[in-house]
């Protein structure tokens, strides 16, 4: 019966061993499981996190792209188209106020670093809208809408000095964002800004000197605009 007990308790022994064992062969595989899920998971960050990255600069780049196609390239070509029809006066207000402007929109894109992709997507999309008034305007030149109206002048002036503007405000806005990637980022940007201008300047200089696309209006020295200005004579 001695023998029997002890023999009995040998077994009960290596029984639980062999469960302890296990138990812990269990806990081992566990980790590891959970260690490889873990890593699978960064992984899969570090992708996402990549691909985003990646996304956001090909929107950026492009914004850039158009920014200086139209701000160096189609506005600088259609600016007597536009603004001509109206009078001298409004045609030297817009040239004026959108440069004196200018140093405004880039003071004010100095607490903007951290603008999200949508909003500058949005100030680019009304730059845009203001630039097509623009475009419009001079298609039609030399009879556009409004012509005789001071609202006209007011739309037209308006549409110069926001248009400009807000280009000027995403360009420094885009590099403020970019300028956390590196270095090489920014020369990228560079590279954008000065094809977009390049690309900007021949395609207008195709339209207006080779297709002569617009019909520039003709302009006499003592010429007025619509705006209601009362010149006096000394």
């Given at each position: ?36 899920i ?25 914004i ?49 670093y ?14 845009m ?12 030149s ?21 248009s ?7 360009r ?24 977009g201008?390049v690309?900007?300047?021949i ?20 010429e ?11």
């Amino acid at each position: 019966k001695e023998r029997q007990q002890i023999l009995k308790a040998k077994q009960t022994m290596e029984v639980e061993e062999m469960h302890h064992q296990h138990q812990q062969q269990n806990r081992l595989l566990s980790d590891q499981q959970m260690e490889m899920i873990q890593d699978d998971d960064e992984q899969e960050e570090e992708v996402d996190a990549i691909m985003s990255e990646k996304k956001e600069k090909i929107i950026l780049y492009t914004i850039t792209f158009f920014t200086t196609f139209f701000f160096y390239g189609i506005l600088a070509g259609v600016q007597t188209y536009s603004t001509l029809p109206y009078g001298n006066r409004v045609y030297h207000l817009a040239i004026n106020l959108s440069n004196l402007f200018l140093p405004v929109a880039v003071f004010l894109s100095i607490w903007s670093y951290s603008v999200s992709i949508g909003r500058i997507c949005v100030e680019f999309a009304l730059a845009m809208l203001f630039t097509g008034y623009i475009v419009l305007i001079a298609c039609l030149s030399p009879t556009p809408p409004l012509m005789d109206h001071p609202i006209g002048s007011i739309l037209i002036v308006a549409s110069w000095i926001l248009s400009q503007s807000m280009f000027m405000r995403v360009r420094c806005v885009i590099a403020a964002r970019l300028e956390r990637f590196g270095g090489s980022t920014l020369t990228l940007v560079g590279f954008f800004n000065l094809f977009g201008e390049v690309v900007g300047g021949i395609v207008i200089f195709i339209i207006v000197e080779l297709v002569r696309f617009f019909t520039e209006k003709e302009t006499c020295g003592n010429e007025s605009s619509s705006f209601s200005f009362n010149n006096t004579n000394t």
